[in-house]
């Protein structure tokens, strides 16, 4: 398995409230994505990272930010949670965006009432 | 736009009972496409990369293949410990990010 960890892995919230997610690596990998997972939806990117301080949006960003200081570490925030950000929330990694396996992490459960 | 369509949606089988899972896309520019399997509470596992039409892979009871416009998934003689959801994903475009875009899923019940 790729030495991907997420925490928490389960976690509940109420509306309005911030919450940080966080993906950890030990592959060394340069490239970070934040997916969600949603019944009748495929994996949505939210944001990715290309390199420490490095990242950008993907197609689902809005009321998402997130930080990379550290190769190692990949933050997901969500700055005010809202109950359409309850969804399965997914990191992955892959050493190049080019031709390159992303593999997954096992997932953060997130529920905002 | 990116599209890729998988189906059947839900597909039950006997055990020992042969099929294929369909993955249909349309994309500006296949870099690849991949096969990743999904337990329930779990991350995507990866199986397979397919980068051009005419390729194959196969692992244990599993085999990718790959044309111009679907790839399938062939699953020969299944056994209960295959069922899980199959989801298809390809990647496109050119230049530094190059987007992958993925299916729903095949959710795969293999009966003993």
């Known amino acids: 398995d790729a030495g991907i960890t997420q925490s928490p892995r389960h976690k509940v919230t109420e509306t309005g409230t911030p919450v940080t997610l966080r993906c950890h690596q030990t592959e060394n990998h340069r490239y970070m994505y934040w997916y969600r997972q949603d019944p009748g939806h495929g994996l949505r990117l939210i944001h990715y990272?290309?390199?420490?301080?490095?990242?950008d949006k993907g197609e689902v960003s809005d009321g998402y930010s997130v930080s990379r200081s550290k190769t190692e570490d990949f933050l997901l925030t969500l700055e005010s949670a809202t109950s359409s950000q309850t969804s399965v929330y997914f990191c992955?990694?892959?050493?190049?965006?080019?031709?390159?396996?992303?593999?997954f992490g096992p997932g953060t459960r997130l529920l905002v009432l | 736009e990116d599209q890729v369509t998988q189906s059947p949606e839900a597909l039950r089988l006997q055990e020992g009972e042969s099929s294929s899972l369909n993955c249909s896309y349309t994309v500006s520019g296949l870099r690849g496409l991949f096969w990743y399997r999904q337990d329930p509470g779990k991350g995507p596992e990866f199986l397979f990369t397919l980068y051009s039409a005419g390729e194959e892979k196969e692992k244990e009871r599993l085999k990718a293949t790959l044309t111009k416009k679907e790839s399938f998934l062939h699953i020969t003689a299944p056994k209960p410990e295959d069922s899980a959801t199959y989801l298809c994903?390809?990647?496109?475009?050119?230049?530094?990010?190059?987007?992958?875009?993925f299916g729903i899923g095949t959710k795969l019940q293999v009966i003993p």
């Open positions: 990272s290309y390199g420490v301080k490095d990242t």
């Open positions: 994903a390809v990647q496109a475009g050119s230049g530094g990010y190059q987007k992958v875009t």
């Open positions: 992955a990694i892959s050493d190049s965006s080019g031709q390159e396996t992303q593999y």
